[in-house]
């Protein structure tokens, strides 16, 4: 019989004990994962499930269409342009000599043959007063040659004398004629020098700027003194390229063009239309461009040379076209579209070629029907194939529905 000890029975009991607490831990561990990866899935079942029954759908974006329908627009180009005046003249000095006086106010209205500059004028009636001198001699000249050629042609009547003597006494009468009609130029020439001391406005026009001081120096027909531009009525100066002008039927001549339209700087279109007045007969090879001229009434005078405007040339009519805003119209790499709403309320791109401009809206020649609905809005936001609410353009956008609104968030 083999008896143990008090300390071996407690080191049996202790190890008994240790091992069935290990048993233990490992058991609890485990049920302790389970339930932590029951409740992960749970959560997230509820979450798909909140997702699908609870979770707000985002609304249809609104967005203003127009109904498109046939239209006739004119067949027109539109190009810079500038402005000229119909007469444009540069007032020199047709003798030299000291500028007296300055006879007119800059920027003013000029009336034609309005004296504008004086130029001192002694020197010109001193040289008249010695062509009229001259004159007087020669005619005093050809009066002794003519009695003397009638003396000595009655003496050869009589043959007192030679009739060579005769013959030379002739002569110097004739001689003595020439001279006088020289002089009588010298004395015309004279004169006119003289009124030109006095430099007159050929057209009527707006004077220029005053080039030179009164005393200063002038040379015949060099020295600028002013200019004057007659603005009524008023020239434009424009060209269109071989592209516009196929647009709008080919080269433009007088008698194709139906109207001329000036647009100011500032938008406004000019109350009155011009007309054609110069097509160039053919086209510029460097430029490439057809050299054209109209002509406008300006009687208020609020045109003025050398403005930048803009010119609407317009040739006939088209037909069965479409127009849309400007802004509606996109471009990129491929050309141009836009989007139409389909049958499912859903944005479509749509390619599109496009003619000229009418007003703010652009004429499109090809790629859409009557009935497409075009939209106008929050392009920056429609992607293909999102769903839109549209709305006619101008109007507000309906009303959402309050149903999901009213109800409360889960």
């Given at each position: 019989?083999?008896?143990?000890?008090?300390?071996?029975?407690?080191?049996?009991?202790?190890?008994?004990?240790?091992?069935?607490?290990?048993?233990?831990?490992?058991?609890?561990?485990?049920?302790?994962?389970?339930?932590?990866?029951?409740?992960?899935?749970?959560?997230?079942?509820?979450?798909?499930?909140?997702?699908?029954?609870?979770?707000?759908?985002?609304?249809?974006?609104?967005?203003s269409?127009?109904?498109?329908?046939?239209?006739?627009v004119?067949?027109?180009?539109?190009?810079?342009?500038?402005?000229?005046?119909?007469?444009?003249?540069?007032?020199?000095?047709?003798?030299?000599?000291?500028?007296?006086?300055?006879?007119?106010?800059?920027?003013?209205?000029?009336?034609?043959?309005?004296?504008?500059?004086?130029?001192?004028?002694?020197?010109?009636?001193?040289?008249?007063?010695?062509?009229?001198?001259?004159?007087?001699?020669?005619?005093?000249?050809?009066?002794?040659?003519?009695?003397?050629?009638?003396?000595?042609?009655?003496?050869?009547?009589?043959?007192?004398?030679?009739?060579?003597?005769?013959?030379?006494?002739?002569?110097?009468?004739?001689?003595?004629?020439?001279?006088?009609?020289?002089?009588?130029?010298?004395?015309?020439?004279?004169?006119?020098?003289?009124?030109?001391?006095?430099?007159?406005?050929?057209?009527?026009?707006?004077?220029?700027?005053?080039?030179?001081?009164?005393?200063?120096?002038?040379?015949?027909?060099?020295?600028?003194?002013?200019?004057?531009n007659?603005?009524?009525?008023?020239?434009?100066?424009?060209?269109?390229?071989?592209s516009e002008?196929?647009?709008?039927?080919?080269?433009?001549t007088?008698?194709?063009?139906?109207?001329?339209?000036?647009?100011?700087?500032?938008?406004?279109?000019?109350?009155?239309?011009?007309?054609?007045?110069?097509?160039?007969?053919?086209?510029?090879?460097?430029?490439?461009?057809?050299?054209?001229?109209?002509?406008?009434?300006?009687?208020?005078?609020?045109?003025?040379?050398?403005?930048?405007?803009?010119?609407?040339?317009?040739?006939?009519?088209?037909?069965?076209?479409?127009?849309?805003?400007?802004?509606?119209?996109?471009?990129?790499?491929?050309?141009?579209?836009?989007?139409?709403?389909?049958?499912?309320?859903?944005?479509?791109?749509?390619p599109?070629?496009?003619?000229?401009?009418?007003?703010?809206?652009?004429v499109?020649?090809?790629?859409?029907?009557?009935?497409?609905?075009?939209?106008?809005?929050?392009?920056?936001?429609?992607?293909?194939?999102a769903?839109?609410?549209?709305?006619?353009?101008?109007?507000?956008?309906?009303?959402?529905?309050?149903?999901?609104?009213?109800?409360?968030?889960?």
């Amino acid at each position: 019989m083999v008896f143990k000890t008090s300390r071996q029975h407690q080191s049996h009991s202790s190890t008994k004990a240790v091992g069935f607490k290990g048993t233990a831990f490992t058991l609890s561990a485990m049920l302790l994962s389970l339930t932590l990866l029951a409740g992960i899935s749970l959560t997230g079942c509820g979450k798909k499930q909140d997702a699908a029954q609870g979770g707000p759908a985002m609304p249809p974006m609104p967005v203003s269409v127009i109904t498109l329908q046939p239209t006739s627009v004119p067949v027109s180009a539109e190009a810079v342009a500038q402005t000229e005046g119909a007469k444009e003249v540069e007032i020199r000095p047709r003798v030299g000599g000291i500028l007296l006086k300055k006879l007119f106010e800059e920027g003013a209205p000029i009336k034609a043959g309005q004296t504008m500059f004086l130029i001192d004028p002694v020197p010109f009636q001193i040289a008249l007063s010695n062509a009229k001198a001259q004159l007087a001699q020669q005619k005093a000249r050809l009066e002794q040659t003519q009695r003397e050629a009638q003396r000595l042609q009655a003496l050869v009547a009589s043959q007192s004398i030679s009739q060579r003597e005769a013959d030379n006494a002739s002569s110097d009468n004739a001689l003595a004629h020439a001279g006088l009609t020289q002089y009588e130029a010298a004395v015309r020439e004279a004169e006119l020098n003289l009124s030109y001391t006095t430099v007159t406005s050929p057209i009527a026009g707006v004077a220029g700027r005053f080039e030179l001081s009164e005393g200063a120096l002038v040379s015949a027909n060099t020295s600028l003194l002013t200019k004057v531009n007659q603005i009524t009525p008023i020239w434009v100066r424009f060209s269109l390229s071989d592209s516009e002008l196929a647009q709008i039927g080919g080269p433009l001549t007088q008698s194709n063009v139906k109207s001329v339209q000036l647009i100011l700087p500032d938008g406004e279109e000019y109350a009155k239309k011009g007309q054609l007045n110069f097509a160039a007969s053919s086209i510029d090879p460097q430029l490439g461009t057809q050299q054209l001229r109209a002509v406008f009434a300006n009687e208020d005078k609020r045109l003025l040379p050398g403005q930048f405007v803009r010119i609407r040339v317009t040739t006939g009519q088209k037909d069965g076209v479409f127009v849309v805003p400007q802004t509606s119209v996109i471009t990129n790499d491929q050309g141009k579209f836009v989007y139409v709403v389909n049958d499912k309320n859903e944005a479509t791109m749509r390619p599109i070629v496009v003619g000229n401009w009418v007003g703010k809206d652009w004429v499109v020649l090809k790629g859409l029907d009557a009935g497409d609905k075009v939209i106008v809005d929050n392009l920056i936001k429609v992607r293909p194939g999102a769903t839109v609410a549209p709305h006619p353009a101008g109007e507000a956008p309906a009303a959402a529905g309050t149903d999901a609104a009213a109800k409360p968030a889960k």
